[in-house]
């Protein structure tokens, strides 16, 4: 199977917190944004979960960095991100990853606005034939940034090539870990790659994902 080259990028707090209760997430410190943005540039694609565009409404925009922004793609199966969340309105080219399960009529909301429809598997999108999907539409190098929900599900599919977490000088004791799920059935393995200290305090550790 023929797919992107997958990097996940997060910011956690010492006890792996992406976000806390309250769906609170601001952990970056200026470094970490801009080493974000540095792996933006170096990125075809990034992708984002629903509830992250929910939440965040982010803009996944190359500001920090030379270069040119990546496609932004949104996994939602279920269509509940809206058509003009800040994401899907900034220029350049947007991609909703979705379902095979809504009529032409559901989708004509995001088609009208320029967002391209990748459709995989039933019910959840099927990540692994979506990802093929993207391969084929060109997309070589895939930036994953969050949230937990999607990271989990795409390392628990084999698809995470790389993880990258900085760790920030907070504990929130509750919230979304950056692979939040019900488990990944075995352990995942990582060789370590490297590891800065940003900002005099925040640490951010790269890892490869070793799949015995
Ligand atoms: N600190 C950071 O670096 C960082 C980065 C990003 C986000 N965040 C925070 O993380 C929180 C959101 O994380 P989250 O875990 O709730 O949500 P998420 O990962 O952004 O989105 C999860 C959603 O993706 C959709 N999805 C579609 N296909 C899927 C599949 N095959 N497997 C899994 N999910 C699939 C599901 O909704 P449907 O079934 O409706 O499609 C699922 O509920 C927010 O509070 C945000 O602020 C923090």
Redesign the pocket.
Same mark, same amino acid.
């Given at each position: 199977m023929l797919r992107p080259y997958v990097v996940v990028f997060?910011?956690?707090t010492l006890d792996g917190r992406?976000?806390d209760p309250s769906?609170y997430?601001r952990?970056s410190c200026d470094e970490d944004f801009a080493l974000l943005h540095k792996h933006r540039a170096m990125a075809d694609a990034v992708m984002? /979960?629903?509830?992250?565009v929910l939440?965040?409404n982010p803009k996944l925009t190359l500001r920090l960095a030379r270069g040119r922004s990546p496609i932004r793609i949104v996994?939602?199966?279920?269509l509940?991100t809206d058509p003009g969340s800040n994401v899907f309105g900034v220029p350049g080219r947007s991609v909703l990853l979705t379902t095979i399960d809504h009529t032409a009529e559901e989708l004509s909301r995001y088609r009208s606005r320029g967002i391209l429809i990748v459709q995989a598997g039933s019910g959840?999108?099927d990540?692994a034939s979506g990802l093929e999907k993207l391969y084929a539409f060109g997309i070589r190098r895939l930036l994953v940034? /969050?949230?937990?929900?999607?990271n989990c599900?795409l390392l628990k599919h084999r698809l995470v090539d790389e993880v990258h977490v900085t760790i920030a000088p907070r504990i929130f004791g509750a919230g979304?870990s950056v692979f939040?799920g019900s488990g990944l059935g075995c352990p995942a393995y990582l060789a370590y790659i490297g590891h800065d200290v940003l900002c005099g305090g925040w640490v951010n550790l790269r890892y490869r994902v070793v799949y015995v």
């Open positions: 997060s910011t956690a992406i976000a769906g997430s952990l984002v /979960g629903s509830n992250t939440v965040d996994v939602d199966s279920r509940r959840k999108v990540l940034e /969050g949230g937990g929900g999607l599900a979304i939040e």
